[in-house]
């Protein structure tokens, strides 16, 4: 029986480079999230945004302090997060009987009234999943803003991607606006703090998935990641 030759020193760095290029290869191309074509990844303008080949979706762009802003964004959105959940969303005055609600107490009239489940999905769409999110992402941009990671940044990112779609916070704000056109007829409706709060919540939301997509985020994720290499831990 033949034995298994050693490997020379040639061969493992034959290896080796032939494993960071491949590397490098694949992290020039990028997938298109709605046909899966490849494409390979070029250098764009400023403002400019490429796109596929086959069915025109958007592939990434080239925006200017894309994090500086990202990071505006997501602390305001934090912020309007906590008012919205702060102060009362509506109050409704019915024959001199008056009663305000928050979005909160509304979760736990759905659990007093037996339904569970209804008010268990409408905490998680629209309070746990949003918050996790925003905060999610501002641990991965702040220390990126500085030139630093925190562990398990992978793991955050991949997070938020999961939870992108089941954050539904804007359904809950029309189904609200339908709500409330349906009963001005019927009872005198005032909106507070929370309600207006909310609907800049939303608005700040869908801005931040304009500010920063997520190829360009991983990318400087795998920056930040290479750049731990560095004694001063800075990127490089």
Request: overall charge negative; aromatic content about 8%.
């Amino acid at each position: 029986m033949l034995g298994a030759r050693p490997s020379s020193d040639d061969s493992m760095t034959r290896r080796v480079n032939d494993g960071d290029l491949v590397e490098s290869v694949l992290s020039n191309l990028v997938a298109c999230h709605e046909c899966d074509l490849l494409h390979e990844k070029v250098a764009i303008e400023i403002g400019a945004e490429a796109r596929c080949m086959r069915c025109n979706a958007g592939l990434y762009t080239n925006q200017q302090n894309s994090i500086d802003r990202a990071v505006a964004v997501g602390l305001a959105a934090l912020i309007m997060f906590v008012v919205a959940n702060s102060f009362p969303f509506l109050q409704i005055s019915v024959s001199g009987n008056s009663q305000s609600m928050s979005i909160i107490s509304a979760v736990f009239a759905l659990s007093s009234e037996g339904q569970w489940l209804l008010a268990v999905v409408c905490f998680g769409f629209i309070l746990l999943f949003p918050l996790l999110r925003m905060v999610g992402l501002l641990y991965i941009l702040l220390p990126l803003r500085l030139h630093r990671r925190l562990p398990g940044t992978e793991l955050v990112f991949r997070g938020i991607v999961f939870l992108s779609p089941w954050s539904m916070m804007e359904i809950y704000l029309f189904g609200a606006i339908v709500a409330l056109v349906k009963l001005a007829a019927m009872a005198n409706i005032e909106l507070g703090h929370s309600f207006w709060a909310f609907a800049l919540l939303n608005v700040l939301a869908a801005v931040s998935l304009q500010m920063i997509d997520n190829h360009s985020l991983w990318e400087l994720i795998s920056e930040s990641r290479e750049g731990e290499e560095s004694p001063a831990g800075e990127l490089v």
